[in-house]
Every structure is written in structure tokens, then in C-alpha cells.
């Protein structure tokens, strides 16, 4: 497992703040995704080994028993990664032709909300903030995006880093904690002091 400064030093906005991060669940297999079931279950996939574990009581996930969820929940829109191009996109299919082209769809209006990105990975909004978080898996880190807020993120600092090849980003059912999936070293960090 790889070892990261627990207790971060971040700054944003002219102001500093902590922000906490351990080991939540370990021994995973590439962890890629994360879920949480109506029940109160938190299941991560694991890419290489095809399989979905059930880690809601963190820890050594090694020897979890396998679990798999058939995830279809539809939503009105969603949101785009273009990861090597550092960008992601408000898509609303409604809105959009069946079939569209790169170029078509940086000139739709309102369609780009964040640029000047690093190569991305995973993102998940966060519930009571309205704040898009975003893996940048070849930096390490975490990044917050503000879709109401359209802009160049490259000279914004994120609001974790030293992660090992981060995949995934969840959140806690009470949105207070936040988890991401490091398939370098098959770890589930947990995050707390994220939001300013």
C-alpha cells in the first residue's frame, strides 16, 4: 500500500485548509468504480478481475465475497470526459443529434464546462455542493469542477492529491466523506475536510 501524507495542506481561494485521507478499503484488483445501492451498500468494481465487492465496512477486501448490480439509472443528462483532451461536457441527449462530431459539439452552446484539464478519469457530482469531482489518474489528484461556473480549471488547485493513478470518486450516503479508488496499489482512500 502506498503511503501518503495523511493530513494535506491545501490551498484554495487564498485560504488553507486540511484536508484528511487514509486507507478505507484494501486489496482490490484495479479498482475502477464506485456505487451505492438503495440499501446502504458500497460496491466497487474490480476492471482486471471482473468483479463487483461489496467494501461498505472497508478495510481488507481481499477476501471479500464477490457481489455484482446491474447499474442502469437513467438521468435527464450527464457528463462527458473527453480525458486526453482534458475536457469535460454538459451532454443533454435531448438536445443533441443522434450522432455529433468533436467540433459540433465544443461550438453547442453551454455544452463545455471545464478545459485546461489533465488527463481525466472518473467523476461524480457531489450531492449537496452541485460540485463535479474528477480523477486526474497520471497526476494523482482530485479535482472539483463547477459546472454553473464554465472556465480553464489548469491553474486551479485540487483538492487532493499523491494518490497513486486515482480511477474512481464516490461519496459517503451523508455526503460528508468522499472515497477514491487507487488501482495502482488497489486501494479505496477515504476523504474527509474536502469541502471549504
Known sequence: MAMLKEVQEVRVGGRTRRVYVRPFAWGLKNPSHMEW???????????????????????????????????????????????????????????????????????????????????????????SSGLLFAVQPEMGEVIAVDPAQPGNYHFQPPVVRGLRMPTCVSFSQDSEKMYVCSSADGVVWEVEGFLT
Open 37 to 127: 445501492t438503495p440499501d446502504g451498500r458500497l460496491l466497487v468494481s474490480e476492471h482486471t478481475a471482473g468483479t463487483v465487492r461489496d467494501i461498505t465496512k472497508g478495510g481488507d477486501a481481499s477476501e471479500a465475497k464477490p457481489f455484482w448490480i446491474d447499474d442502469a439509472a437513467g438521468r435527464g443528462f450527464f457528463y462527458l470526459a473527453v480525458g486526453s483532451l482534458g475536457q469535460i461536457f454538459r451532454i443533454n441527449p435531448d438536445e443533441l443529434p443522434e450522432k455529433i462530431t468533436y467540433s459540433e459539439l465544443v461550438a453547442h452552446p453551454n455544452a463545455l464546462v471545464a478545459w485546461g484539464l489533465h488527463r481525466l478519469g472518473g467523476m461524480r457530482f457531489h450531492p
